[in-house]
């Protein structure tokens, strides 16, 4: 019985690290979508407007694909110093 309690007891922590694992994921998401619409914003929009005209569409959509391909190659760059590290 007793292992039988112990292997509930870590499934239940297991289950719990990947729920809070899954929650960081969310907000550091988040948190990147927070940013770059700030960068992004201050850079594309000179002009409040009612309507969105295509240069500063463009230049949003511009914008946001640098941010994340920044991103992505920071995150990656990290991932492989890490992985290095660890060997």
């Known amino acids: 019985a007793c292992l039988k309690e112990n292997w509930n007891a870590n499934a239940e922590a297991a289950e719990l690290q990947r729920l809070i694992a899954v929650e960081q994921q969310k907000a550091q ?3 990147q979508v927070h940013n770059f619409t700030d960068v992004c914003w201050d850079k594309c ?18 914008c946001v694909e640098r941010f994340i391909d920044t991103t992505l190659t920071i995150t990656n760059r990290f ?4 992985q290095k590290g660890a060997h």
């Open 29 to 31: 998401f988040q948190a």
């Open 45 to 62: 929009m000179d002009k409040p407007s009612s309507k969105l005209d295509s240069r500063t569409e463009t230049c949003l959509v511009s």
């Open 79 to 82: 991932t492989q110093m890490v």
